[in-house]
C-alpha cells in the first residue's frame, strides 16, 4: 500500500487556492479523495506544505500539515485493519471505513505470533538448524519478557528495548558475545521480515549492534582422527557414531547433509548431493580410500549407505567416542562475556561434536598441502573470509611446529 498527497490543480480557484488531494494505492485499487484543505501552489513540496514568510499573511501551514499527518495515519490503521482481519483490499469498505468518522483503532500484531509465523513460513526453504536457532531466539526472548516483565511489542522495539536486552544477556545471564549477537541478528531478520508483511513500520531496530568475536577452532589432528577411525569399540552404537563423524572428517560435509545422505548420492568415485544450507544442486565431492572403506562396512546392511542418529544423541556419543580413543589432550578455549575474557581447559573430547568434523576437514586439507582453492568448492564454502580463519590456525600450528623442530 502507498499513499501520497497532490494538488487538484484542475480545480483551483478565483485566489489560487488548489485543493488537497490523498491518492491511495493498493492491491491494484487506486483511490482519490479530498483531504478538506487547500493552499497555493508556491507553497507546495509535493507531499506537505511549506511556512511562508513572516512578513506574509499565515497560510496555516502547521494546521494543515497536522491536518495530512493526521490522514496519512488513519489510512495506515485503515490498511492494517485489512490486513489483521484477512480482508481482501477494496475501495468501497476503505471510503466506508474513511468516511464513517468513527475512530480506527490501530491494529497491534502481537509479537510472538508473528514470530511463530516467521519460523513457519521460513521452513519451507530454511535447514533445519536455521529453524532451530530461531526457535531458540524466539524462546530467549521469551524469558526476557517473563523474568524482567518487559512487554515486548513491535512499538516498544527501541533504543530502551535493546539496552535492557544487552543488560539481561551480559550482565545477569552472562552468555557469550557471539551468541548475543545471533540473538540480534535473527531479531533483526524477523523485524524486517515483519515489516515486508505489513506488521509494523518501525526501523529502530536496524541500529542495534553487537560484537563478534573469532571463535576458537576445534578439530582433530591427522594423529588423533587416525586414532578414532583405526579404534576397535566393542558396541556397534559407538562404532556407527565414529563412521559418520568420521565420514564428516573426510568429506568436509556438514551432518545434516550426511543425515540425508542416499544410496542415489553414490557412484563408483563420487558423491553427488544437494547442500541444503546453501542451496547447492549436485555438488560432487571425489571420495578417497577412507570414505570408501566406511561405506563398505554398511554395503548390503539395513544400514546402508550409512546409519542414521540424531544429532542431540551424536554429540554425547561422539564424546564418548573420542574419550575411548583417548583423545584428551588438554585443550584451552576462549570466549568474551561483554568486555570480559573468559577461559577454560578440559580434555580434548569434551569439546567434540559433530561441528568439529567439517573443522577437521578443512584444517587437515590445509595442513596436508590441499590448494585453499579447492578446499573452498569441496567443503562448498562461499565466503573467502570463512576459509581465512582456518588459514590462521594452520599458520599458528607450523609456527609451532618450526619452534618444536629448531629449539
Known sequence: MKVSFELRKEKISANGLIPIQFIVRAEGVRIRKNVGASVLEKYWDGSRVKPNAKRETSNNYQFINDKLQNTEEKINDIFFFFRANKLEFSKELFLK??????????????????????????????????????????????????EKGYLIEFDSINDHFFEELSRYCIVE???????????????????????????????????FKALEHDVDIIYLTFEELMK???????????????????????????????????????????????????????????MN???KSILSRYKGTIYEPLPSISQQKFNDY??????????????????????????????????????????????????????????????????DAVLDKYMKVTEAFTDDQMDKAWK
Open 173 to 207: 545471564r552472562q552468555i557469550k558475545n557471539n551468541y548475543f549477537a545471533k540473538i540480534v541478528a535473527v531479531l533483526k531478520t524477523m523485524l524486517r521480515w515483519s515489516i515486508k508483511k505489513g506488521y509494523h513500520e518501525k526501523r529502530t531496530f536496524e541500529n
Open 318 to 383: 561422539i564424546k564418548e567416542c573420542c574419550e575411548e580413543a583417548e583423545i584428551n589432550t588438554l585443550t584451552t578455549i576462549n570466549w568474551f562475556v561483554g568486555s570480559k575474557k573468559v577461559s577454560k581447559t578440559v580434555p580434548k573430547f569434551e569439546l567434540i561434536t559433530s561441528h568439529t568434523a567439517r573443522k577437521t576437514f578443512i584444517t587437515n586439507s590445509l595442513l596436508l598441502g590441499m590448494e585453499p582453492k579447492a578446499i573452498k568448492k569441496i567443503a562448498n564454502i562461499k565466503k
Open 289 to 291: 580410500k577412507y570414505v
Open 228 to 286: 578414532l577411525y583405526e579404534k576397535e569399540f566393542a558396541n556397534d552404537r559407538l562404532s556407527h557414531v565414529r563412521d559418520f563423524y568420521c565420514m564428516g572428517c573426510f568429506t568436509g560435509l556438514r551432518f545434516s547433509d550426511l543425515s540425508k545422505l542416499h544410496l542415489a548420492n553414490i557412484s563408483e568415485d563420487h558423491i553427488v548431493l544437494s547442500i541444503q544450507k546453501t542451496k547447492t544442486q549436485n555438488h560432487a565431492i571425489k
Open 97 to 146: 471505513k474513511f468516511d464513517s468518522g468513527e475512530e480506527i483503532k490501530a491494529i497491534s500484531f502481537d509479537f510472538f505470533t508473528c514470530f511463530e509465523e516467521f519460523i513457519e513460513i521460513g521452513k519451507l526453504s530454511k535447514a533445519y538448524n536455521t529453524t532451530k536457532s530461531q526457535n531458540t531466539v524466539k524462546n530467549f526472548l521469551k524469558e526476557f519478557k517473563n
